[in-house]
């Protein structure tokens, strides 16, 4: 295992991701796809919708709710740490998933940052489904909610790009090379016992 790396599963032979780090993994992608396509469909709505203030509502509240998550996913990474790569990956393949990772992580801080500003710049806090309110910290420069507006738009296109990217270095592994990488990122009955080691 190589430094700064940790075994999740605290068994130095069982290089997964345990079931947590995969339960963000999956849960987080499917927020994230859904508010894409809620994004994607809203922007287009007239006044005269009855979606008109509801899909706002839901893809903001919706979207706290990932800030949320990728909090405790952040906070569980550097806890938990991740595997070590897989034996048979060669190091640019190494540094390119690491790379992509990282870029993934930064891609979404960037997209919900820019949503609460977009949100907020109006002086209104963000009402989480009336279960409670993120405060807002109003105007914080000119012309905020255009150009929060604009970068949250490419940070999402550019998101779905990466994640494209990301699934098919996942789906090429799986299919082509029949290596662990997809296996490791799915839960495990019993993570004391895999035999997922490569
Ligand atoms: C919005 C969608 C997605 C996002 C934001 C996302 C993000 C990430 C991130 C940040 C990691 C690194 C985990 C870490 O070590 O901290 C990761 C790992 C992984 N993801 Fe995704 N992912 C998405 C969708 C997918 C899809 C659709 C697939 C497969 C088809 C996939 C397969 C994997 C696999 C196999 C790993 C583990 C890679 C390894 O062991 O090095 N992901 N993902």
Same mark, same amino acid.
């Given at each position: 295992m190589q430094s700064g790396q940790q075994d999740l599963t605290s068994k130095p032979n069982d290089n997964r991701y345990n079931n947590t780090s995969v339960s963000l993994h999956w849960l987080m992608a499917v927020v994230v796809f859904g508010l894409f396509a809620l994004g994607f469909w809203m922007v287009d709505l007239t006044y005269y919708s009855s979606w008109y203030k509801t899909a706002p509502y839901w893809h903001k509240s919706v979207g706290i709710i990932l800030a @949320? *998550?990728?909090?405790?996913?952040?906070?569980?990474?550097? %806890?938990a740490g991740k595997p070590a790569p897989i034996a048979s990956h060669s190091a640019t393949t190494i540094k390119m998933a690491t790379a992509v990772h990282f870029l993934l992580y930064l891609m979404l801080l960037a997209i919900v940052l820019t949503g609460y500003l977009i949100s907020t710049a109006d002086g209104r806090g963000i009402d989480v489904f009336s279960w409670f309110e993120v405060p807002g910290l109003g105007e914080l420069f000119s012309g905020q909610a255009d150009i929060a507006g604009a970068l949250h738009k490419w940070f999402a296109? #550019?998101? @779905? #790009?990466?994640?494209?990217?990301?699934? *098919? #270095?996942?789906? %090429?592994?799986?299919?082509?090379? %029949?290596?662990?990488?997809?296996k490791r990122m799915w839960w495990s009955k019993n993570q004391e016992n895999s035999k997922e080691n490569p």
């Amino acid at each position: 295992m190589q430094s700064g790396q940790q075994d999740l599963t605290s068994k130095p032979n069982d290089n997964r991701y345990n079931n947590t780090s995969v339960s963000l993994h999956w849960l987080m992608a499917v927020v994230v796809f859904g508010l894409f396509a809620l994004g994607f469909w809203m922007v287009d709505l007239t006044y005269y919708s009855s979606w008109y203030k509801t899909a706002p509502y839901w893809h903001k509240s919706v979207g706290i709710i990932l800030a @949320m *998550l990728l909090i405790s996913r952040l906070f569980w990474r550097f %806890k938990a740490g991740k595997p070590a790569p897989i034996a048979s990956h060669s190091a640019t393949t190494i540094k390119m998933a690491t790379a992509v990772h990282f870029l993934l992580y930064l891609m979404l801080l960037a997209i919900v940052l820019t949503g609460y500003l977009i949100s907020t710049a109006d002086g209104r806090g963000i009402d989480v489904f009336s279960w409670f309110e993120v405060p807002g910290l109003g105007e914080l420069f000119s012309g905020q909610a255009d150009i929060a507006g604009a970068l949250h738009k490419w940070f999402a296109y #550019g998101l @779905m #790009g990466l994640v494209a990217l990301h699934a *098919l #270095g996942a789906i %090429k592994h799986h299919v082509i090379d %029949k290596d662990a990488t997809l296996k490791r990122m799915w839960w495990s009955k019993n993570q004391e016992n895999s035999k997922e080691n490569p």
